[in-house]
């Protein structure tokens, strides 16, 4: 066997596709929409080597065009997650001692796939599947799922390179081991890409996983499976099932091997989760790595310094692409009172010429929310806004869930910087804003930093560099993405690494080596070239 130190290929940003109307990409990506409306997709689970199907089958429909049938998956049980554990266990001795370069060029190999054959299937399946655009779904699961891949076996390699120092007559080496057990990816239905990342990341380290989707993003999921297949992922690395999550929850977290955990989704089922296992500490062989992105209430701050259409361009994009279903999406915003009629018009101009409908049509900005649970949820909060005479409606309010769960872009001004909208998570295109005097400004820093128990993303609108270095620190705790006159969303990977802390999880940073470092446990080598044959020291001699 031949060894050398490699270098992996340099990792640079995909570069992101326009979709202008006559291009190529838009062709492609309009056949590969038809091509799933036409079909129904099987959607297995893959165990081992296995496609597993049941016979609870769950009908899988556009969020838009919910009674169009895109296909259905197989629903497991408490038997499946014991296998796909069994067939993690079962992999993980081969996987782990797969010399590092083979394991890493799998997964470059997948970003390759992505970018190339799959680019236009994986965004057709993100877009009809969870509704996004064809900007969001190529931002997502083309560009950024790439970019993780490659990213990530750079980071890798990084990491491994890492060794200590030696002394005279001493080697000290430093092993990075995969941990002992399985991972558990549970994955969220937002972000293709993050669905992607969350098992790719512990397994790219020598990890195998058991992962389990949102039932919403399984059509994407199935994608993603395609391609490590076919990339040339060995059987049982990772392990895609689709089980009730309490169902998963009662096998994995009470089994021994368990090692960790890696997740993204809302803050009290993380809290469970973490409850969970703190209850059983005592069963595992070691103490499993917990790490969760959990979510925001993600503010945008307004100096009376701004300017007015940069503010209005961050909040509308900010707030309401994707339908506000990202965790870093702008909710709540501080506006002065001597900026606040230029934004508000420029935001209601904006609104005005937004379109709202289905991802097949190229035109629709809008598209609609994920399911019937999100959709009461959001109009519930919209509903309420409108009985309470302290809230005005700015834009939007209205929705239909007739045909898909389409809920108009709505921007509220509240009297109450404490009304629940400034303050809960809420998902969805509603965007809370408050207006208040510029001599309030460092008033409305402390209200920022203590009316949400959330710290994901926040932004700074101001030309007055003085103002942005006060309010980064004075707010350095409350958003662990910060962004100088720019909205707080679209965090690139190798750029910005994302993550928050406080409520909105353990801040360990997706898309940098901070976060691989969570998947490896380090085992220190010293080996002595002349080992001592007597236990005296010089300092025992007599005078």
């Not at 994407?220 to 990772?238: C, F, H, N, S, W």
């Not at 409520?503 to 002595?528: F, M, P």
Request: a negative charge.
């Amino acid at each position: 066997m031949s060894f050398g130190f490699f270098n992996v290929p340099a990792p640079l940003n995909e570069p992101v596709k326009e979709y202008r109307p006559g291009s190529p990409e838009r062709q492609a990506l309009k056949q590969a929409i038809q091509d799933f409306r036409s079909t129904e997709t099987d959607i297995p689970m893959y165990i081992g080597g296995e496609e597993i199907r049941t016979e609870r089958k769950l009908r899988v429909a556009p969020p838009h065009d919910h009674q169009h049938t895109l296909g259905y998956f197989y629903e497991g049980d408490a038997q499946h997650v014991k296998q796909a554990i069994e067939a993690a266990l079962t992999a993980k001795e081969k996987w782990a001692n797969l010399a590092w370069e083979h394991r890493v060029s799998i997964f470059l190999k997948a970003a390759d796939l992505i970018a190339g054959p799959y680019r236009a299937r994986i965004n057709a399946a993100t877009m009809l599947g969870q509704s996004k655009n064809a900007f969001q779904a190529e931002i997502d699961s083309a560009c950024e799922l790439i970019d993780f891949l490659r990213f990530n076996v750079h980071f890798a390699t990084d990491i491994y390179r890492q060794q200590p120092n030696s002394s005279p007559g001493v080697w000290n080496q430093l092993e990075y081991r995969p941990l002992e057990g399985f991972v558990f990816a549970l994955t969220p239905f937002n972000f293709t890409a993050i669905a992607g990342n969350l098992p790719t990341s512990a397994a790219m380290m020598g990890n195998t996983v058991v992962w389990k989707p949102a039932y919403t993003q399984v059509l994407a999921a199935k994608v993603i499976m395609e391609v490590l297949k076919e990339a040339g992922l060995p059987d049982g690395v990772i392990n895609l099932i689709y089980v009730d999550g309490p169902v998963a929850g009662d096998i994995i977290f009470n089994h021994p091997d368990f090692a960790g955990i890696h997740f993204t989704g809302s803050t009290g089922v993380f809290q469970a989760i973490w409850s969970t296992i703190g209850t059983n500490i005592h069963k595992y062989k070691s103490y499993p790595r917990i790490v969760g992105e959990t979510g925001g209430k993600d503010f945008v701050l307004v100096h009376e310094s701004a300017d007015s259409d940069e503010v209005a361009t961050g909040l509308v994009r900010g707030a309401f692409e994707y339908q506000g279903q990202k965790c870093s999406a702008a909710s709540r915003a501080y506006i002065p009172s001597t900026l606040w009629p230029a934004v508000e018009a420029k935001v209601k101009q904006f609104l005005n010429e937004i379109k709202m409908g289905g991802v097949e049509d190229f035109t629709n900005f809008i598209n609609a929310v994920i399911d019937e649970r999100s959709f009461k949820k959001i109009t519930a909060y919209i509903d309420e806004a409108k009985q309470n005479d302290q809230i005005q409606i700015i834009a939007g309010g209205n929705y239909d869930g007739s045909k898909g769960y389409f809920i108009e872009p709505t921007v509220l001004r509240v009297s109450d910087p404490k009304y629940r909208t400034m303050c809960e998570e809420i998902f969805g295109p509603v965007l809370s804003i408050y207006v208040y005097e510029p001599t309030e400004f460092d008033a409305i820093l402390q209200l920022i930093d203590t009316t949400s128990p959330y710290a994901l993303t926040g932004s700074i609108f101001a030309k007055d560099k003085y103002v942005v270095e006060h309010v980064a620190k004075a707010l350095q705790n409350a958003a662990g993405n910060f962004y100088i006159n720019d909205k707080p969303t679209g965090a690139v990977v190798g750029q910005q690494p994302f993550g928050g802390a406080r409520a909105s999880g353990t801040n360990d940073k997706a898309g940098s080596a901070l976060n691989l470092y969570r998947w490896v446990s380090a085992r220190t080598i010293k080996e002595t070239f002349v080992s001592p044959k007597h236990f005296a020291y010089p300092f025992l001699q007599a005078e």
